[in-house]
């Protein structure tokens, strides 16, 4: 069995989840082969066949060209699996070069299980296995879901290019907004999620982080309806880390939100959902409403 | 000028869902409907659109499902479409994404529409496929994942969010398709008036047969809860009781509180 993996670059980087997908390759028992669109200068230690193309002609993000690299590659390797991250870059990615092949995508792996592949759905609460039924297919793996490996070795580089008329012309990258709370470094965080409710209701939540000398976070949703400033925001998008204590209030624990805290050595989750996915990562589940349950706490706090 | 909005009619998120008498999907009972929320931003961003563009711009609304999707189809019309397609179709939700795609391209591609919104997933499938699958078939200009968009006489500027809040900005000219992400726009809530004025848009209905010619190239073979891995402590029950509680949890096993 043979994988074609696809990694990544951004700003001139190799980017670390690259090595995830060796990880995955490994669990797959596939011989693996590299595509990278970047520079000679920033490779990985692998010891199989690396097709490099050159970023600095062919971009760091040009859709239409990277996908004629990939399918150029996928020629010469005949692979089973192409693979890539489910990251910004692949999800754009990926379905261009499955339409163009016609094989099945799978999106967003989290593991690799008897009759096919494992995803998320109903925002991470089920589980399904899906089976291509192409020869080929292709497939993105949830970020994280699989282990980080150093496979080692010098590659055989076979060099790419690709030219032509891109329709997706790419300006530039613009810097996250500037932080005023660095949420990580704090030792306790409190987050509030939608099930908090309404913008009124951010206090109640702000007030219980105050009690336990910590930070207020939150999850997108509201930070989205300007609940709370972008600083706050835990998760891909936002900030990852690793307090003492994290207090989700009302948060679901969509896979990119536990992207950014599941690594706190402490988690509490106050949700009225029993069945809230928050609930796989959480020390301490407390089943109630946020809006009964956090100002009693806080109170007792105090006392 | 021409636009197309697709959306997917989801369940309730909160909802407990229970695998179908197949195994492959959720059972449909008691649970409750609403539109997708990607798709609110895309429905948002082709009314804002459509707006600023007046006399001249039309904009369609499309939703492939059973009966129950003309509810989503009725409040995108109530936000502001002019138009709407309900492609009828009860085995919708065991189409594969490919299959959807092509039914919406069967559909669009001899429409000359200049621009399709799609979300940038489904919330209950999420695979994020269709909106670019759906680009690559009709040979449309695609851009996904946005936080931001502007449209100037045919040229499109888009930023795209990245990982940790970065952005990409790019730009595409029409025919395009954008699929669109979390926070890009804030979606209205249709006000009384225009969900009257929405009732008298027509709504064409159109059978999946007509226009899907495709096999699918993937199958779900089976529906399921995450193994259970959580080892966490459940607290149920009356407040103060799980109060002290929990506050107890955290004096035994944090430092916090010390
Ligand atoms: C590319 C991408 C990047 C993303 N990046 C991020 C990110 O960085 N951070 C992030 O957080 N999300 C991110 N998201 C969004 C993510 O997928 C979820 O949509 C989001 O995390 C959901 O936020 P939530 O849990 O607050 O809301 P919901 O999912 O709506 O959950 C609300 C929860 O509150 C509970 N609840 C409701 N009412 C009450 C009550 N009265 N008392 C107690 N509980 C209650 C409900 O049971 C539910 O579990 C991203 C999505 C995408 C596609
Ligand atoms: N049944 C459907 N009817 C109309 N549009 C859909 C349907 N399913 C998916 N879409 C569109 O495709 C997007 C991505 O869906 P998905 O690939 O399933 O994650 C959604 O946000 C919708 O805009």
Redesign the interface.
Known sequence: MKALLIGEYREGKLLDSTYELFGFASQLGAESALLLVGSADQLPAFGGTLYLADAATCGEYNPDLHKKLVLEAVQKENPDYIVFVHSSYGWDLAPRVAASLKTAQVSEVTAIVPGGFEVGCCNAKMRRTVKPNSAKAVLTIQAGAFPVLQPGGTPQLQKLSAEGTAAVEFIGYEPAEPKDVDLARAEIIVSAGRGVGKKDNIPVIAALARALGGELGASRPVVDAEWVSHSHQVGTTGQTVSPKLYVACGISGAIQHLAGMKKSDFIIAINKDKDAPIGEVADVLVVADVMQFVPALTARLAR | MKILVCIKQV?D??S??KPNAEG?W?NETDLAWRMNEYDEFAVEQAVQLREKLGEGAELTVLSIGPERVVEAIKKALAMGCDNAVHVQDLAAATK???QI?SIISAYAKDKAFDLIFTGM?S???????VG??VA??LGF?????LVGFEYDNGTI?A???????????????TP?LVTCQ??LN?PRYPTLPNIMKAKKKEIIAIAVADLLKE????????????AK??S?????GE??A???Q??G??KD????LR
């Open positions: 369940p998120l909160e407990r869902f492959v959720y594969d994404p490919w795609a997933q919330q209950d499938r999420g695979s994020a496929q670019v699958t690559e078939q200009a695609c851009s996904t994942t500027t930023k795209r969010e990245l990982e940790g809040g970065i952005k990409g900005v790019v730009k595409i000219k395009a979390l926070g804030v096999e699918p190239l993937a199958t779900t073979v089976s529906f399921h809860p995450p891995k959580g966490g402590i459940v607290l149920e407040t103060g799980m109060v002290d929990l506050i949890i955290l096993k944090t430092t916090v």
